[in-house]
Structure formats: structure tokens, C-alpha cells
């Protein structure tokens, strides 16, 4: 077995040795709200956010963006699960910033393993074995950190299976001080109707 799964799997016998009341949490998040952010793994939403198992819904993707699938995990968070109230927190210096579909796209046609970023530009240490099918997916990258937050905010907004009653707040992390700033315009889009 690999190292990794060695470390995990020993990091989860210390977990569950003192898993103690956890056992008694219910299903439905206890504090009724949901959080759609990146995967960067300087982002720990547990931690910024103050959260303990079984408080909230935390959806996490690649720059955290309103993809069909990240509302299809709004929509069972507030339709099954009763959260009420939603969060979008993008964060600076997101990796999504960094590409472009066509950038990404092209290095995938090439080249399936990691490609190397020199501060400007990406290239492929190796090539060959690529495939085509990075082309047709969209990646949603990001230009903006506050007019991405604006735009997932306002398209889970105006989704129809979303409920006009539920806030959507907009915030960026910022991974240099560990603090959230509202996007007041994301923010201002996500009032309830
Ligand atoms: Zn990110």
C-alpha cells in the first residue's frame, strides 16, 4: 500500500478512537446551512468558517463554481436536507485563474500527466498519449475572483429549481490573512425574492 493511504488510514484510527458523541449526529445539517467552495487545499471551510461535524453542507470543486453538479447539491441540501441559507466562497490566487479551456485543453491532447507551470506559462514534461476529450468540456476557469463569485451567485439565483427564499451570500477567502470579504454585489444578487 502507498504511503499516503498508510498516513490516512492511521490519521482515521486516531479519528474514530475518540469519535465519542458524534455517533448521536442527525442526517440534516444542525445549523441549516450550505457552502459551495474551491478544493484548493489551503482552503479548510471547517476551520474558516467555524464548523463541526454535522453543522453544515460544504460542496466543494474546482474553484468552487456553480457547475450543474454543484446545484445539484444545493438543491437535495435545501430540498431534502433543509439548509436555508447558502454561501459561494471563492478565494484568491485560485489555480483557475491560472488557464484558460483552450490552455487545458490542448495540454491534455498532448500529454495526460502532470504539466509544469513556470509562473506564466504551462508546458508538458512529456508528450504523447493525450486525448481530445479536455476540448469539449467546459472548465469554468476563472478571470475575476469577484465577478465569478457575482456570476455563480447569480445563476444559482435565477436556477428554477432553487427556491427564491433562500440567501445566497458571496465572499472571497483570502488565503494570505485567512479572512473572508464579502462581495457585496454577489451578495446584493443572492438576496432572497
Ligand atoms: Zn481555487
Same mark, same amino acid.
Given at each position: 500500500?502507498?504511503?499516503?493511504?498508510?498516513?490516512?488510514?492511521?490519521?482515521?484510527? +486516531?479519528?474514530?478512537?475518540?469519535?465519542?458523541? +458524534?455517533?448521536?449526529?442527525?442526517?440534516?445539517?444542525?445549523?441549516?446551512?450550505?457552502?459551495l467552495?474551491?478544493?484548493?487545499?489551503?482552503?479548510?471551510?471547517?476551520?474558516?468558517?467555524?464548523?463541526?461535524?454535522?453543522?453544515?453542507?460544504?460542496?466543494?470543486?474546482?474553484?468552487?463554481?456553480a457547475?450543474?453538479?454543484?446545484?445539484?447539491?444545493?438543491?437535495?441540501?435545501?430540498?431534502?436536507?433543509?439548509?436555508?441559507e447558502w454561501f459561494v466562497?471563492?478565494?484568491?490566487?485560485?489555480?483557475?485563474?491560472?488557464?484558460?479551456?483552450?490552455?487545458?485543453?490542448?495540454?491534455?491532447?498532448?500529454?495526460?500527466?502532470?504539466?509544469?507551470?513556470?509562473?506564466?506559462? /504551462?508546458?508538458?514534461? +512529456?508528450?504523447?498519449?493525450?486525448?481530445?476529450?479536455?476540448?469539449?468540456?467546459? /472548465?469554468?476557469?476563472? +478571470?475575476?475572483?469577484?465577478?465569478?463569485v457575482v456570476d455563480d451567485v447569480r445563476r444559482i439565483r435565477e436556477h428554477?429549481?432553487v427556491?427564491g427564499h433562500i440567501p445566497i451570500y458571496g465572499y472571497?477567502?483570502?488565503?494570505?490573512?485567512?479572512?473572508?470579504?464579502e462581495v457585496k454585489e454577489a451578495t446584493l444578487a443572492g438576496l432572497p425574492r
Amino acid at each position: 500500500m502507498s504511503k499516503i493511504v498508510d498516513d490516512v488510514i492511521a490519521a482515521n484510527k +486516531k479519528y474514530a478512537s475518540s469519535f465519542g458523541a +458524534k455517533k448521536e449526529l442527525a442526517l440534516p445539517p444542525a445549523r441549516g446551512f450550505a457552502i459551495l467552495t474551491c478544493m484548493d487545499a489551503r482552503l479548510d471551510p471547517a476551520k474558516y468558517a467555524g464548523l463541526a461535524e454535522g453543522d453544515a453542507h460544504v460542496i466543494r470543486n474546482a474553484g468552487g463554481r456553480a457547475s450543474d453538479d454543484a446545484i445539484r447539491s444545493l438543491v437535495i441540501s435545501h430540498k431534502l436536507l433543509g439548509t436555508r441559507e447558502w454561501f459561494v466562497i471563492h478565494h484568491s490566487n485560485c489555480g483557475m485563474e491560472l488557464f484558460t479551456d483552450d490552455v487545458i485543453g490542448d495540454l491534455l491532447e498532448d500529454n495526460l500527466d502532470t504539466a509544469h507551470f513556470d509562473g506564466k506559462a /504551462w508546458s508538458n514534461p +512529456k508528450h504523447g498519449g493525450g486525448a481530445s476529450a479536455g476540448q469539449f468540456i467546459k /472548465w469554468l476557469t476563472i +478571470k475575476n475572483q469577484r465577478s465569478s463569485v457575482v456570476d455563480d451567485v447569480r445563476r444559482i439565483r435565477e436556477h428554477a429549481l432553487v427556491p427564491g427564499h433562500i440567501p445566497i451570500y458571496g465572499y472571497v477567502y483570502e488565503v494570505h490573512s485567512g479572512e473572508l470579504v464579502e462581495v457585496k454585489e454577489a451578495t446584493l444578487a443572492g438576496l432572497p425574492r
